[in-house]
């Protein structure tokens, strides 16, 4: 029985919670890139660097509360700067709005055109992002770094494996699920929320309703900007804020906005955590958790892995394209928020 | 002096015309019923009317006020509803949701107007948790209906809201037009079924090339044998 509760927890502390933690940042990322599409009907694959913009803002005030001495013990003090990555970055997808797309939404260009365009997007933030705080790694986490040691949890079962939880990994999930909350509460209860999925739905009845489409715009790249912020800074905070890892974190994001039936936001928070345990359950080594639940002498010679780690990146791709030639709406046919 | 008069309008979408000097026009409380062979501009005359379509010539006037120049969504706030011939609900929301989204201009209380649109289409009350989109196709017109019903306009204008539905429910979508003719509204629609609408209607025009043929009341329409000929099949 021993062997099992081992097994059990090697698989909790190794695939679980990290899945649910990669899953949630996934989720919100996809949240984000699935209401532009929804609402503005293109891919937006500035969404990544979006996300590190938000994060180095979030960052730098971090530095900034650091230096003064500001801080919400035992809870990271990033969390008190993310209300000003926010605005940062809601003036600065308003700004790319205004001078950009905006000129490509009057003239209803074809949305390869606004694909094309958020490409370049993408570009000029990432540099924008290197410039200001540089290509390398940044530490800004502080606070308790566990809430759970494995130590602790190994002497208070007495069990061989530890579980262990990161106070990153716990805020990461309780934050994702508030959000999500909200974000729901906001589209199916509100005045406003329900005339952005108006507006998704049939733009030209929308407008013979009165709904006013520049307001649907501006709200929607508010919640865009606040959902990238979140989701660039808690993905900075778990694992680490490097500027590159940003524009790679775009296929997963793209994967599960995609997979869950882009347009839509259950899918797209659905899609996220596929893609994460997808990504984790295919590249974790089971050896020790075979070693547990089979007889006391066997021997493996093997990791008893599917796929090497290297190959993580490609789980996600893997899955968009099966999931585009199986079921090219996604498991949630999307199209509307 | 028509409440809603569209007069001598001509234009078109790109450089050809396709109305020629057409006028239309309905008053408050009636019925006024466009009919026509396919591609004599019905629909186009009513986009007219409601803004939708470039006029190079003539004006629109309505309740005394010349609206020409406004966007078919200023048009809206003015009092005007237009229940368009296809994709006239949002189909992945609700029918309560459609409707509360059809009173999005009203900053007052929308729920009397809700009861009211229960009130003409019982059925949608039944249904009222349900995705629009998951509606039959009558069930759906009635939706749509109910929509611009939440404003309560002064003219609503139908395009051809008995497309794709079956005899029953055409009688029945008739009765709901009548009934809300009675409450005072205008009702200005295109119509592909020529007889049965022109039976309901206290006006009637029937256009052909983007040009006034006949006007007339339906009753008179309806005996003209010329116009029974040629459009009504006998």
Not at chain 2, 64 to 83: A, I
Not at chain 2, 179 to 184: G, K, N, V
Not at chain 2, 186 to 215: C, H, P, S, W
Request: charged share 15%; aromatic share 10%; net charge neutral.
């Amino acid at each position: 029985m021993t062997d099992f509760f081992n097994a059990l927890t090697l698989l909790g502390n190794f695939l679980i919670i990290p899945g649910l933690t990669y899953g949630s940042q996934l989720a919100l990322g996809a949240l984000g890139v699935t209401l532009v599409y929804g609402v503005l009907r293109f891919s937006n694959f500035g969404h990544g660097e979006t996300m590190a913009f938000g994060a180095m803002v979030t960052i730098l005030v971090t530095w900034g509360f650091q230096s003064l001495g500001l801080s919400i013990q035992p809870l990271p003090t990033a969390l008190l700067a993310i209300p000003v990555g926010i605005l940062a970055t809601v003036i600065l997808t308003l700004l790319i709005d205004r001078f950009v797309y905006r000129y490509h939404r009057e003239r209803k260009a074809n949305p390869v055109i606004f694909l094309i365009v958020s490409i370049g997007v993408m570009f000029f933030l990432g540099g924008l992002i290197r410039f200001i705080i540089g290509p390398g790694d940044q530490i800004f986490f502080d606070g308790t770094r566990f809430i759970l040691k494995a130590r602790e949890f190994k002497q208070m079962t007495g069990l061989n494996e530890g579980l262990s939880l990161k106070m990153t990994q716990a805020v990461t999930i309780i934050t994702a699920v508030i959000i999500v909350a909200a974000m729901f509460w906001f589209l199916n209860h509100t005045r406003t929320g329900k005339s952005m999925r108006a507006y998704s739905d049939n733009e030209n009845l929308a407008l013979l309703s009165g709904i006013n489409p520049d307001r649907v715009v501006l709200i929607t790249w508010i919640l865009v900007a606040a959902l990238a912020t979140i989701a660039g800074t808690l993905y900075g905070l778990d694992k680490s804020f490097k500027p590159f890892v940003y524009m790679q974190l775009l296929l997963p994001i793209f994967a599960s906005a995609i997979v869950g039936g882009v347009g839509n936001p259950i899918g797209a928070i659905a899609g996220g955590y596929v893609i994460a345990f997808s990504e984790l359950i295919l590249t974790f080594a089971y050896k020790k958790v075979v070693l547990y639940l089979g007889p006391d002498n066997m021997e493996l010679e093997s990791l008893v892995q599917f796929l090497g780690t290297d190959y993580k990146i490609a789980v996600s791709f893997i899955i968009l394209v099966i999931v585009l030639i199986i079921r090219p709406t996604g498991l949630f046919s999307g199209k509307t928020i | 002096m028509g409440f809603l008069l569209g007069e001598q309008m001509t234009g078109g979408y790109g450089a050809a015309d396709i109305l020629h000097d057409c006028s239309i026009g309905v008053e408050k409380g009636e019925i006024a019923v466009i009919v026509g062979p396919n591609g004599a501009g019905k629909s186009t005359a009513m986009k007219a009317v409601f803004g939708m379509l470039p006029l190079r010539k003539g004006h629109v006037m309505f309740d005394g006020e010349d609206v020409t120049q406004l966007k078919p969504e200023e048009r809206v706030v003015k009092g005007m509803g237009f229940v368009p011939q296809t994709h006239n609900v949002f189909t992945s929301m609700t029918v309560e949701e459609n409707l509360e989204m059809g009173a999005f201009i009203r900053t007052d209380s929308i729920n009397d107007s809700i009861a009211q649109v229960y009130d003409l289409f019982p059925i949608l009350k039944e249904k009222r948790k349900q995705p629009a989109g998951e509606l039959s196709g009558g069930q759906r017109q009635q939706v749509a209906v109910g929509r611009a019903l939440m404003t309560h306009p002064k003219v609503l204008m139908l395009d051809e809201p008995t497309a794709g539905v079956s005899p029953i429910v055409m009688d029945e979508l008739f009765d709901r037009i009548i009934e809300i003719a009675r409450l005072d509204v205008a009702i200005l629609m295109v119509e592909q079924n020529a007889k049965q609408a022109l039976e309901i209607a206290d006006k009637g025009y029937v256009l052909v090339q983007g040009q006034n043929r006949f006007t007339d009341t339906g009753e008179s329409l309806l005996a003209n044998p010329e116009v029974r000929r040629a459009f009504l099949g006998g």
